[in-house]
């Protein structure tokens, strides 16, 4: 087994410290879960994740994770539980450290100290969005300052930060959801999450959605925004962890409609590839009939695109009969051979 440079082992607590159950939140179907996280359940993911890795070498960083929640709204007594489940891995060397997910509404000074000093080294907020009217349209309220607030508060105790956001809710469109990017890269976070608005059974937004309330968006709507944050995201070097849910069996099982696809990053950065290959083409004074391209070996599926739909685009917008594409070094770029 190929060794992997990190290890994130996932405990999930759904809805739990949640301070509200959010329109399009149904954290139950999304990850399958249905009981509440005990100590034998936090150390039997761990133990059943090292053991798959154990035989090939255990990845350089190995953390246990807890999402579905917002765990600084846990009791005081319930955060202690769960995170000293974890202390023995951690003082064997085998774990080195926790992140958690959680609520800027439930975050201050106190909780953010009491994750530090048991091991937690990465706090993950879910934002969602920066504007109010989307947030209010989904039950969420939760301004900008509050925010704002909780990301000193991690930042002032030397932990990691990641942010979480949400396209395609309720009230939202392009427009405001590029100024939540740019708000995002404001606050300067370690690493991002992009998750497309879905809609879930037994959920508000379910019900928005079979009332005419709420349209989803469509697939390739959604590919086009994703793909112009995540470029905005790449300029400002904050890595996009996350493109999409996990296709989940649960998850699958109560998804009524959205935009959903079990490559959704792929096709994101094939698009951002084929944008790339636009621009050379644009700048030819005359379009020949043949065009090769060169391109890292690594990515030439991302620059033949989905069902090779690039070259189909290619062909389509400038009428070129043949493209070629030749690999090259992993460590040269893109180029185009006309």
């Given at each position: 087994?190929?060794?992997?440079?990190?290890?994130?082992?996932?405990?999930?607590?759904?809805?739990?410290g949640?301070?509200?159950?959010?329109?399009?939140?149904?954290?139950?179907?999304?990850?399958?879960?249905?009981?509440?996280?005990?100590?034998?359940i936090?150390?039997?993911?761990?133990?059943?994740?090292?053991?798959?890795?154990?035989?090939?070498?255990l990845?350089?960083?190995?953390?246990?994770?807890?999402?579905?929640?917002?765990?600084?709204?846990?009791?005081?007594?319930?955060?202690?539980l769960?995170?000293?489940?974890?202390?023995?891995?951690?003082?064997?060397?085998?774990?080195?450290?926790?992140?958690?997910?959680?609520?800027?509404?439930?975050?201050?000074?106190?909780?953010?100290?009491?994750?530090?000093?048991?091991?937690?080294?990465?706090?993950?907020?879910?934002?969602?969005?920066?504007?109010?009217?989307?947030?209010?349209?989904?039950?969420?309220?939760?301004?900008?300052?509050?925010?704002?607030?909780?990301?000193?508060?991690?930042?002032?105790?030397?932990?990691?930060?990641?942010?979480?956001?949400m396209?395609?809710?309720?009230?939202?469109?392009?427009?405001?959801?590029?100024?939540?990017?740019?708000?995002?890269?404001?606050?300067?976070?370690?690493?991002?999450?992009?998750?497309p608005?879905?809609v879930?059974?037994?959920t508000?937004?379910?019900?928005?959605?079979t009332?005419?309330?709420?349209?989803?968006?469509?697939?390739?709507?959604?590919?086009?925004?994703?793909?112009?944050?995540?470029?905005e995201?790449?300029k400002?070097?904050?890595?996009?962890?996350?493109?999409?849910?996990?296709a989940?069996?649960?998850?699958l099982e109560?998804?009524?409609?959205?935009?959903?696809?079990?490559?959704?990053?792929?096709?994101?950065?094939?698009?951002?590839?084929?944008?790339?290959?636009?621009?050379?083409?644009d700048?030819?004074?005359?379009?020949?009939?043949?065009?090769?391209f060169?391109?890292?070996?690594?990515?030439v599926s991302?620059?033949?695109?989905?069902?090779k739909d690039?070259?189909?685009?290619?062909?389509?917008?400038?009428?070129?009969?043949?493209?070629?594409?030749?690999?090259?070094?992993?460590?040269?770029?893109?180029?185009?051979?006309?």
């Amino acid at each position: 087994m190929k060794k992997r440079n990190q290890l994130i082992i996932p405990v999930f607590i759904p809805h739990e410290g949640c301070p509200y159950r959010c329109a399009f939140c149904n954290q139950t179907k999304i990850t399958g879960v249905g009981m509440q996280s005990d100590q034998k359940i936090v150390q039997d993911a761990i133990h059943t994740y090292l053991d798959v890795f154990d035989s090939g070498g255990l990845p350089a960083e190995r953390q246990v994770a807890f999402y579905g929640g917002s765990f600084t709204g846990l009791s005081i007594q319930r955060q202690k539980l769960l995170l000293d489940a974890v202390r023995p891995w951690i003082e064997s060397g085998k774990i080195h450290s926790i992140r958690v997910s959680t609520h800027s509404l439930v975050v201050d000074e106190q909780n953010i100290s009491l994750l530090k000093e048991n091991n937690v080294r990465t706090v993950e907020l879910g934002i969602q969005s920066t504007n109010d009217k989307v947030l209010d349209a989904v039950g969420r309220p939760c301004d900008f300052n509050t925010v704002r607030s909780a990301v000193n508060s991690i930042r002032k105790n030397g932990l990691g930060l990641g942010l979480q956001l949400m396209p395609g809710l309720p009230e939202d469109n392009e427009s405001i959801f590029m100024q939540s990017v740019q708000d995002v890269i404001g606050l300067e976070p370690d690493f991002v999450r992009i998750y497309p608005t879905l809609v879930i059974k037994n959920t508000d937004l379910y019900k928005m959605y079979t009332s005419g309330a709420y349209v989803a968006w469509n697939l390739e709507r959604m590919i086009q925004l994703v793909k112009n944050a995540l470029i905005e995201f790449n300029k400002f070097n904050i890595p996009v962890v996350r493109v999409g849910l996990h296709a989940d069996p649960s998850m699958l099982e109560n998804l009524v409609d959205g935009p959903y696809h079990p490559s959704f990053r792929y096709l994101v950065e094939s698009r951002i590839a084929r944008d790339r290959m636009f621009d050379l083409i644009d700048r030819l004074a005359k379009i020949p009939s043949t065009i090769s391209f060169r391109v890292p070996s690594r990515h030439v599926s991302l620059f033949l695109g989905h069902k090779k739909d690039n070259i189909s685009a290619i062909k389509s917008r400038y009428g070129v009969q043949n493209i070629l594409i030749q690999q090259i070094g992993n460590l040269e770029d893109l180029q185009l051979v006309a």
